[in-house]
T-cell receptor, first 114, second 113 residues
Framework: EAEVAQSPRYKITEKSQAVAFWCDPISGHATLYWYRQILGQGPELLVQFQDESVVDDSQLPKDRFSAERLKGVDSTLKIQPAELGDSAMYLCASSRDLGGPEQYFGPGTRLTVT | QKEVEQNSGPLSVPEGAIASLNCTYS??????FFWYRQYSGKSPELIMS????GDKEDGRFTAQLNKASQYVSLLIRDSQPSDSATYLC?????????????FGTGTRLKVLA
């Protein structure tokens, strides 16, 4: 069964350090999403790609976060410098196309900033 | 008003009972609706999708959609302790010609053995 892959699964970093997350969507899925989920809340969209193009990054804190999907397949999300408030679960998801309709999540990366 | 609203719970039901989870949304033109199950410390897992008014059944799960009332629900029949999780409602909206998924905060379900 095709799955969204993410790494690492867990990351502990000190504040002011750089951290990067990787995601490989389901094969053939053109749309890729990065979400942040804080405990007790629903996932919040950070950035959305259609192939290699950014469709929506309105909620991405661009002073410290960056995301790329250079060849329209896998993607990297980077935080530099990390802050204590960035501690959360970072989720990657993919869907066949912009309209979905169905979106599937990877296992997530649990980030702890100390 | 939040775009997708859910009661945070916890909703406690005895084993074997029907669990009823509710969700309201604000965007009248939304066309696609989803329920995800999320176990503690894990990522969301898609369990149901519904696109037209009425009921959609899949095993012990039934999704119900009422677009006029902007309401979507999930019924879980014969609830099991393994159903204990947070259930997230998601709506696909299309602002400015694109598409995005908006999630509720989730309802925590506890099935008591």
């Amino acid at each position: 069964e095709a799955e969204v892959a993410q790494s690492p699964r867990y990351k502990i970093t000190e504040k002011s350090q750089a951290v990067a997350f990787w995601c490989d969507p389901i094969s053939g899925h053109a749309t890729l999403y990065w979400y942040r989920q804080i405990l007790g809340q629903g996932p919040e969209l950070l950035v959305q790609f259609q192939d290699e193009s950014v469709v929506d990054d309105s909620q991405l804190p661009k002073d410290r976060f960056s995301a790329e999907r250079l060849k329209g397949v896998d993607s990297t999300l980077k935080i530099q410098p990390a802050e204590l408030g960035d501690s959360a679960m970072y989720l990657c998801a993919s869907s066949r196309d912009l309209g979905g309709p169905e979106q599937y999540f990877g296992p997530g990366t649990r980030l702890t900033v100390t | 008003q939040k775009e997708v609203e859910q009661n945070s719970g916890p909703l406690s039901v005895p084993e074997g009972a029907i669990a009823s989870l509710n969700c309201t949304y604000s965007d009248r033109v939304s066309q696609s609706f989803f329920w995800y199950r999320q176990y503690s410390g894990k990522s969301p897992e898609l369990i149901m999708s519904i696109y037209s008014n009425g009921d959609k059944e899949d095993g012990r799960f039934t999704a119900q959609l009422n677009k006029a009332s902007q309401y979507v629900s999930l019924l879980i029949r014969d609830s099991q302790p393994s159903d204990s999780a947070t259930y997230l409602c998601a709506v696909n909206v299309s602002p400015r010609g694109t598409y995005k998924y908006i999630f509720g905060t989730g309802t925590r379900l506890k099935v008591l053995a």
